[in-house]
C-alpha cells in the first residue's frame, strides 16, 4: 500500500514544489528545513512542521530529502543518525554517483535504506506526469513507494547500483550544459553582429531539433567501434571549426568554448584520426578495452 504520509526534508523551490503537491494528492506531509520560514506556506496549506530534524524522521518511513547536494544531508541527519532506522530516504539532491554509493552505505549502517534520485525538471515541472525523475537502489523500496514518487514526477528505475540514477543524470547534464553554454556563446556572436537573440531563435532552435537525428545515426556506428569517414571527417570537421573560432574573434567575443572543440579535433587529428568521424572522439576519451 502507497504511505499516506511522507516526510519532506529541504525546502528550496523543488522542495517547496514537492510538498506542495504531495499536500494535494491528499498526503499528510511533514516538513523540516534549516530555514524554519521557508515552511510557512506549506504550514498554512496543512503541512505539519516538525521542530526537529528527529521528529521529522519520526513521523515518516518515507523520508524525501531535496537538499542542494550531499554535504547538506550529512549536515543535517548527522547530528540525527540515531532516528534513522527502519526509514527510506528518497534523495532528491544532486552529486556524483561516488557520493550516492557512500551515502547509501552511510545510510545503510544507521538502519535505513537510501533510494537515489535525479529530477530532470524545474520547479515548475513537479506534478506533471511527464517529466521524469531516475530513481536507483534497492528495487524493493522503489516499487512500495513508487505511487508517492509519481505524484512528484514520472519515474525511470535505473538498477539497485545507488550510483545509476546520478550517473544518468549527470550524463544529461553533461550534454545540457555544454549546449546551453554554445547557445549562450553563439548569441553573444550573434549579437556583435547586431543580431538579436529573438532573430536568431528559428535558427538555434532548428540546430537543436536536428540533433536526435545525428544521435540516431551515429549510435549503432559507436556502439560497433566504427568510425567511418563516409560522412564526415576530423580534417573537415577541424578545418569547419577553425572557422567558428576566426568568427568568434572577429566579432570581439571569448573562444573558449569553440577553442576547446577545436583544441579536441586537432588532437585527434595528430593521432592519426583525420580521415575518421569526429564520433572517433570517444576513443581518445575512453578507448575501448583491447
Ligand atoms: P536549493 O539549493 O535552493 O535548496 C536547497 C535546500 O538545501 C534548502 O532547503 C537549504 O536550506 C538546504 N541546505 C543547503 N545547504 C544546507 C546545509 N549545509 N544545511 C542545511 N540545509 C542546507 O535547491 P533547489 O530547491 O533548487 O534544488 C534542490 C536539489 O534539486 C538540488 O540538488 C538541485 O541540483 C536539484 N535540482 C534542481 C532543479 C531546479 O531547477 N531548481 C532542477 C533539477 C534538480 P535553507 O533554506 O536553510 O538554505
Given at each position: ?181 554554445s547557445y549562450v556563446h553563439a548569441v553573444a556572436v550573434a549579437r556583435r553582429n547586431g543580431i538579436t537573440a529573438?532573430e536568431f ?40 571549426v577553425e572557422h567558428i573560432v576566426h568568427t568568434t574573434e572577429d566579432a570581439g567575443v571569448d573562444t573558449t568554448l569553440p577553442a ?31
Open positions: 500500500a502507497a504511505a499516506s504520509s511522507v516526510t519532506v526534508i529541504g525546502l528550496g523551490p523543488m522542495g517547496r514544489a514537492m510538498a506542495g503537491v504531495l499536500l494535494d494528492s491528499g498526503r499528510r506531509v511533514t516538513v523540516w528545513n534549516r530555514t524554519a520560514a521557508k515552511a510557512d506556506e506549506l504550514v498554512a496549506r496543512g503541512a505539519e512542521r516538525a521542530a526537529t530534524v528527529e521528529e521529522a524522521l519520526a513521523a515518516n518511513e518515507l523520508v524525501i530529502l531535496s537538499l542542494t547536494d550531499y554535504d547538506a544531508l550529512y549536515a543535517i541527519l548527522g547530528p540525527a543518525t540515531g532516528s534513522l532506522a527502519g526509514r527510506v530516504l528518497v534523495n532528491l539532491s544532486s552529486d556524483t554517483p561516488a557520493r550516492a554509493r557512500e551515502a547509501a552505505e552511510w545510510a545503510a549502517r544507521h538502519g535505513a535504506v537510501h533510494l537515489t534520485g535525479g529530477v530532470q525538471a524545474p520547479p515548475s515541472g513537479i506534478g506533471s506526469p511527464e517529466s521524469s525523475t531516475f530513481y536507483s537502489g534497492p528495487e524493493d523500496a522503489f516499487e512500495a513507494h513508487r505511487p508517492t514518487l509519481e505524484i512528484l514526477t514520472g519515474t525511470d528505475y535505473r538498477g539497485a547500483d545507488p550510483g545509476l540514477a546520478a550517473l544518468f543524470y549527470q550524463l544529461q547534464m553533461d550534454i545540457f550544459w555544454t549546449t546551453m553554454a529573438e531563435l528559428p535558427y538555434a532552435s532548428s540546430t537543436a531539433a536536428s540533433v536526435p537525428g545525428f544521435l540516431a545515426f551515429y549510435t549503432p556506428r559507436i556502439d560497433a567501434g566504427r568510425y567511418d569517414g563516409d560522412v564526415d571527417n576530423l580534417a573537415m570537421g577541424a578545418a569547419s576547446a572543440v577545436l583544441g579536441l579535433m586537432r588532437r585527434a587529428v595528430e593521432q592519426g584520426r583525420a580521415g575518421e568521424s569526429f564520433t572517433s572522439l570517444v576513443e581518445m576519451f575512453a578507448p575501448r578495452a583491447a
